[in-house]
Structure formats: structure tokens, C-alpha cells
């Protein structure tokens, strides 16, 4: 029989062998003409299906939210700083990403590991915010430097409207609001941020639309998957910083000595 050279990449989501590259098997005219938008090729490339509209709406939808929040958060302060460093756009950009992690954007993944497991161990929140005080670790998805329980997230208000309205189940979304009922008990400061938000809505996302086993669902919880839709989102404002920056012809950028405190 035929004898095939080991391959040393194996790939499963694109191809560009043929006329026209395929995103999971689907060709580039058949997305073009059937209009298909960002979700939809968000949900090929990652997620390697067609998702229902709802979900892909879901998906835009986080995206544009995620798109930017000012110019005094830890990406964009990154980026403004490298770029009025004289430096070009992808490192402007990247020193921006670099920031995103555990505090910042990047607690999605870990919202809905958490989430889902006290959930799905039918922890009371009370049991669940009180066993990850025990453990020393800070409830993923809660907290904000601003936001306060009569000044919440509007972007956290419109993805629940969002999914209230589209999603057949948002049984996750309510347990992550029963856990900010606690936590906004204990002090003001405790709401449920855009990352919890968007990873107990995921959660819902995945368990609810029929398109995923449980064991998909478990792989995409444990790889991480959530984290890149801030990532991707952050992007576009972090860039957008970059050519303001440019634009405005910006200076060097040097932090001043009274806001520092010199101490021994
Ligand atoms: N779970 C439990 N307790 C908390 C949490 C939390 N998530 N966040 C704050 N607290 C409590 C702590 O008791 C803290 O006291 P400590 O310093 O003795 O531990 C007290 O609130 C005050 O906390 P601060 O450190 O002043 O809060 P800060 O405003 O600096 O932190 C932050 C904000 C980083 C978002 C924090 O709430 C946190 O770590 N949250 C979890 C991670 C997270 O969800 N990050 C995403 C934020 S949204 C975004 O970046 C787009
Ligand atoms: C953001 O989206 O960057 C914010 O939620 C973080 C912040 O501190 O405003």
C-alpha cells in the first residue's frame, strides 16, 4: 500500500490548499456570501462549527463591549506608554496584551472553572465565596476598582439582557448573580464584573444551545478558551490607543516624581 511521510504539524481548522481557503471546512465565498460576521468566524476557527445566530450574536456582542474601557486601565496604559516610547504598533499593542491576566481581563477562564464547579457541586454561594475565602483565592469574575453596587457594569447589565432574552437557559448567569447577592453583602465593591459575566454566560452558551457534548464542554473549560475573547476584543481599543497616541504626536512619556512616594 501506499506509504505516507510522517507529518510534523497536524492541523484541523483551516485549510488553504485549494482555490479558496476554508475556515473548518466551510469556504471563504460561501461566508462572504451568506454575510456571515465575526461571530460566525469566531465559532469555525475556535470552536470548529457553525454556532445558532443568538450564540454568534453573543459573541459580537462580547466582543464590542470588551472593545475598549479608556485609557486608564492596565493594557491601555501599557500601550499609550510604548507608543509615546516612539515604539511600532504590534509591540505598542502587545506590551498593552501583556497586562491581561488574573486582574485584568483575563479571569474569564477561571470565572467559569469556578462557577461551574460549585454549581454543578450544588454549593449555596454562601458555601462557595466562603470556601474560596478559606483557600486565600479571590472569587474570579467578582470585584471591580470601580464599579460599586449602585454604580454597576451597564456592559455586564446588557449581556444578561442579551441572554435573558435569547438563551434557552441561563442557569449559570443566576448562580453568578446569587454569588454577587453575597458578596455585594459583605462590601460594596463585590459586583460581578464583565469577565464573571461573560464566563457564567458562556457556561449557559455552551450547556444550552445543544451544540457541544459535556465532554467538549469540559475541554473547552479546561484549555481556556474564554480569556482569548477579551484578548481579541482588548485588541481593537489597545490599537486604537496606539494610532491616537501617534496621531496626537505624543512625547515620551515619564511618570512624575510627586506621584511617587520615595520611602526607605
Ligand atoms: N473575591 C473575594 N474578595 C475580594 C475580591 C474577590 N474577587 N476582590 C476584592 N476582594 C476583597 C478583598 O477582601 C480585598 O481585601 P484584601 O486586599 O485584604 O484581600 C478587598 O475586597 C479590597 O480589594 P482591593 O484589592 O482593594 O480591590 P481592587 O479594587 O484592587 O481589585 C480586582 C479589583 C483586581 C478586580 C479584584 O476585585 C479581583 O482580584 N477580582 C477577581 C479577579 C477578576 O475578576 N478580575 C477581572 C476584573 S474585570 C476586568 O478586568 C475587565
Ligand atoms: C476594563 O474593561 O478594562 C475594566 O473593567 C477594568 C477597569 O478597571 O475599568
Redesign the pocket.
Known sequence: GKVRAPTHIISTISDDRGEEPCYAGVPMSSIVEQGFGVGDVISLLWFKRSLPRYCTQFIEICIMLCAD?GPCVSGAHNTIVTARAGKDLVSSLVSGLLTIG????G?IDD?ARYFKDAYDRGLSPYEFVED??KKGI????????IKRGDNRDKRVELLQKFARTHFPSVKYMEYAVQVETY?LSK?N??VL????AIGSLFLDLLAGSGMFTKQEIDEIIEIGYLNGL?VLARSIGLIGHTFDQKRLKQPLYRHPWEDVLYTK
Open positions: 474601557h488574573p486582574r485584568f481581563g479571569a470565572a474560596m475565602k479571590r472569587v474570579p469574575g467578582i470585584g471591580h476598582r458578596t462590601a465593591n463585590l464584573n464583565v469577565d464573571g477579551f
